[in-house]
């Protein structure tokens, strides 16, 4: 619990803004979108977990990107695992990223396969046809999304494999690819902090990385595991502008985390996770699964957000503190 009148994102007073309920056919959760901007209206690629426990991605659009929502009647885009066998369990989580120099929007999900979730990508022009590209990283791996501009001609990935070794920690790693399908230069990014930390062990990025004059802005998720289960919260990092591998800053504290009842008891309680934020001039709006069961929006002013990463401690003396 945090005391409201400091927080950089602002709970829309009419949150969540997406349930069940306004999806127009049978499911049990929607929750956990990808968002972007498509012509003059705001697209959420939304996760929804059907009455078998199984996700697929299905779209909601809207002219202010609050409410007012249009929703697809049917599944926007479902796991095919008879082409795709690494989708056999569900697609989820998407991030959206517009890729300019091929004049395509990105997006990685996470397929559930029988051998642990992994990370896959799609693309698409119009969010009218996609394809599938497949899987380009194996499991367990998750969290990814990409920069929309290339470093020294390659594309980069951030992504979260996890390592699953009693003594390991679950890392941000970023790799690099010519093409975007063969991805390799794998480096541990941000680290997961130890001992009583927010984001002790367990942490992941949350929308894809937004740009501001001094480098790459990061938020992402910390899970701290409790004797009442795992909370999910949100801090800042920010990277290199022309080398993201170097980070430059990281906050010390969450920056955000589960308050509200919709935001507490779900179907995971104490969870809140973004996929996606969508800036339009100096507001950020960014859309947030909130407890695995349904949508919720909150905003910030860029203004802040970036004197606040710039006021974070740099990131080596973070690193140390952990
Ligand atoms: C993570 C992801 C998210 C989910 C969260 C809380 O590992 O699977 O999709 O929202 O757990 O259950």
């Known amino acids: ?32 979108a990808g968002a972007t901007k498509f012509n003059d209206e705001t697209i959420l690629l939304m996760r929804v977990e059907d009455m078998r426990g199984i996700s697929h991605l299905t779209i909601a659009r809207s002219k202010n990107g609050i409410d007012n929502w249009k929703i697809d009647d049917k599944p926007t885009l479902l796991p095919e695992p008879d082409k795709f066998p690494e989708e056999i369990w569900g697609i989820e989580d998407p991030r959206i990223t517009y890729l300019e120099e091929l004049k395509k ?20 022009e119009d969010f009218e046809k996609f394809e599938k590209v497949g899987a380009i990283l194996p499991p367990e791996d998750k969290d990814a999304a990409l920069f929309p501009i290339k470093f020294e001609n390659r594309w980069a990935l951030i992504h979260r494999p996890i390592i699953s070794t009693p ?38 990025l ?6 501001i004059p001094e480098g790459w802005v990061i938020l992402y998720h910390g899970v701290k595991r409790t004797a009442g289960g795992a909370i999910y919260r ?19 504290e969450w920056i955000f985390g589960p308050r509200e009842l919709y935001e507490r008891e779900g179907d ?13 001039g100096d507001e950020i709006k960014l859309y947030y699964g909130a407890a695995d069961t349904s949508i919720a ?13 710039l006021s974070c401690p740099l990131a080596e003396e973070s690193e140390r503190w952990g």
Do not use: Q
Request: glycine share 4%; charged share 20%; net charge neutral.
């Open 1 to 32: 619990m945090s005391n409201s009148k400091f927080e950089l994102f602002k709970r829309y007073s009419k949150n969540p803004i997406i349930t069940i309920s306004d999806i127009p056919y049978r499911a049990n959760s929607v929750f956990n």
């Open 105 to 124: 929007y990105a997006i990685t999900y996470t397929a559930y396969s029988n051998g642990g979730p992994l990370v896959s990508l799609a693309l698409t």
């Open 167 to 204: 003594h390991s920690a679950a890392h941000i790693w970023i790799s690099f690819s010519p093409d975007l399908f063969h991805w390799g230069e794998h480096r541990i990014l941000i680290r997961a902090r130890e001992g009583a930390w927010w984001d002790a062990n367990k942490i992941g």
């Open 206 to 211: 949350s929308p894809p990385p937004l740009l």
């Open 234 to 252: 949100l801090g800042l990092a920010l990277l290199d502008k022309d080398n993201p591998i170097k980070v430059l800053r990281r906050s010390a």
């Open 268 to 280: 995971v309680d104490d969870v809140v996770f973004p996929c996606g934020w969508v800036v339009d």
């Open 297 to 309: 929006l909150a905003t910030a002013s860029v203004e802040e957000l970036r004197n606040y990463i």
